[in-house]
C-alpha cells in the first residue's frame, strides 16, 4: 500500500511528535510511505520525508496552493491513500482521502467565547477563513478523523451533512517510554511540591494559573516549584499572551518557575522527576500531555472540559477551568491524602495501557487506510 501524508503543519508542539512517531510506526508495518513536511523537519527516515516550506503562507494563500500545487504534487506519486493529517484537505482528491481535524479551538464555544476575544480582530479574521477551510475540505474528504468523541460532537454541530463520515480514533503513547520506574520521584521527597506542566505555549493554555497556586502554596506553608515547558518570548509574541507573559515572569524571576522546551526523548524523565502534572489548558482536541503524565504514574489535575474528562474519565482531578482556588484545592487534596496519590497514580496507568497505547491507534488508522 501507498500512502503519503500532508504534514506540512508540523512545525511544533504535538503534531510534530506525532508525525516522527507515525512514520516510524508505518514505515513498520511496511506501507510504502511518504510524508511531505517543514524543511526543518528531521527523522532518521530521511528517504520517506518530502520538504515542502509553506512558511508565510495565510490560511487563504495555503489553501490555494494546496488546491494547485499540491494537487499536481500527489498526483505525480499516485498514491492509494492520501492522509491530511493536520486540518486541510484537496477538494476532490485524485485518490481516497482521509482528514485528521485537530484543531479544536475553532469550533469549541468555550473557547471562542472567552480566549477569542482577547487575540484581536487579525486574529478573529485568520480563525474564521482557517474555519470554512477546514469546513470545506472535511466536506469533500471521503473520511474525516478526530481524535475524541468531543471534537467529534462539536464538528457534528457545525457539518451536521458529514456526520456519518466522522470517525473518532484516539491517540496514543508510547506506554513502554513513559512508565513507573523503581527510581522515580516519591511524593515531595526533598520536602518540595515540584509540579510539572508540558506543553507548547497558546493563550488557551493560560500558564499564569499554575503561576499563581505555585505563589499561594508558598504563602501558604508548602514549599512548591513548577516547571513549565514553554519560553517567554512565545508568550510575548502571541496575541493574547500579555498576562501569561506577565505572570510568567513575576514567578521566573522570583525563582518559583522554571521555563524552557524539552526534547521528546528526555520527557520521561522529565515526568518521573516531578509529583504531580497540572494542566490548566481550557481548551484541547486530545491533550498528549495528559497521557504521557497519566501513563508516567504521575497525579494528575486537569481542567473541567469535555475532552479531558473523556481523556482521564475518573483517573484525574478536575478544576474548574480559570479557577487557581480550584487547582490549589486538588493540590491540597493531593498533599494531605496519600492513598488518593496512589489510586489515581495506579488507574491512570492502567487507563492509558488500555486505552491510549500508540499501536492502537496506528492498528485503527491503517484498517481506514
Known amino acids: 500500500m501507498k500512502v503519503l501524508v500532508n504534514a506540512l503543519s508540523a512545525k511544533k508542539g504535538g503534531i510534530v511528535t506525532y508525525t516522527k512517531n507515525l512514520l516510524t510506526s508505518l514505515s513498520e508495518a511496511g ?60 477538494l476532490n482528491s485524485s485518490c481516497r482521502q482521509i482528514l485528521l481535524l485537530r ?16 487575540q484581536g480582530v487579525y486574529a478573529s479574521l485568520n480563525r474564521s477563513i482557517r474555519r470554512q477551510l477546514m469546513l470545506a475540505s472535511a466536506t469533500r474528504s471521503d473520511t474525516i478523523i478526530t481524535p475524541t468523541e468531543a471534537m467529534r460532537d462539536m464538528i457534528g454541530l457545525w457539518l451536521p451533512k458529514a456526520r456519518e463520515k466522522l470517525i473518532v480514533n484516539h491517540y496514543g503513547t508510547l506506554n513502554d517510554s513513559f512508565a513507573p520506574t523503581a527510581d522515580a520521584r516519591k511524593w515531595r521527597s526533598d520536602g518540595v511540591l515540584r509540579l ?46 500579555s498576562l501569561d507573559h506577565a505572570v510568567v515572569t513575576k514567578a521566573v524571576a522570583n525563582g518559583t518557575v522554571k521555563l524552557g522546551h524539552h526534547d521528546y526523548a528526555a520527557l520521561p524523565d522529565l515526568y ?3 509529583d504531580a502534572f497540572v494542566f490548566p489548558s481550557v481548551s484541547e482536541t486530545f491533550g498528549h500531555p495528559m497521557a504521557e503524565a497519566m501513563s508516567s504514574g504521575l497525579p494528575v489535575i486537569v481542567s473541567d472540559t469535555a475532552v479531558n474528562r473523556e481523556l482521564c474519565g475518573d483517573t484525574a482531578l478536575y478544576a474548574a477551568p480559570y479557577s487557581v482556588t480550584d487547582i490549589c484545592d486538588r493540590l491540597h487534596s493531593l498533599n494531605n491524602d496519600e492513598k ?24 485503527r488508522l491503517l484498517a481506514l487506510f
Open 272 to 274: 518521573r522527576s516531578h
Open 340 to 363: 488518593l496519590r496512589t489510586t489515581l497514580s495506579l488507574n491512570a496507568r492502567q487507563r492509558t495501557i488500555k486505552m491510549y497505547d500508540w499501536q492502537a491507534h496506528i492498528n
Open 103 to 118: 484543531e479544536g479551538g475553532l469550533f469549541d464555544p468555550d473557547y471562542l467565547a472567552n480566549m477569542a476575544p482577547t
Open 196 to 241: 510539572l506542566y508540558v506543553s507548547v505555549y497558546y493563550p488557551h493554555k493560560v500558564p499564569y494559573l499554575l503561576c499563581e497556586a505555585v505563589t499561594r502554596l508558598n504563602d501558604a506553608g508548602i514549599p512548591t516549584t513548577a516547571t513549565i515547558t514553554m519560553t517567554l518570548r512565545e508568550m510575548m509574541e502571541m496575541p493574547g499572551g
Open 31 to 90: 506501507i510504502d510511505v511518504t510524508v511531505a513536511v517543514p524543511p526543518e523537519f528531521s527523522h532518521p527516515l530521511k528517504h520517506c520525508l518530502l520538504p515542502i516550506d509553506t512558511s508565510g503562507f495565510s490560511p487563504a494563500r495555503r489553501f490555494l496552493w494546496e488546491q494547485t500545487v499540491w494537487r499536481s504534487i500527489v498526483k505525480r506519486h499516485n498514491p492509494d491513500v492520501l492522509f491530511s493529517s493536520a486540518n486541510f484537505g484537496l
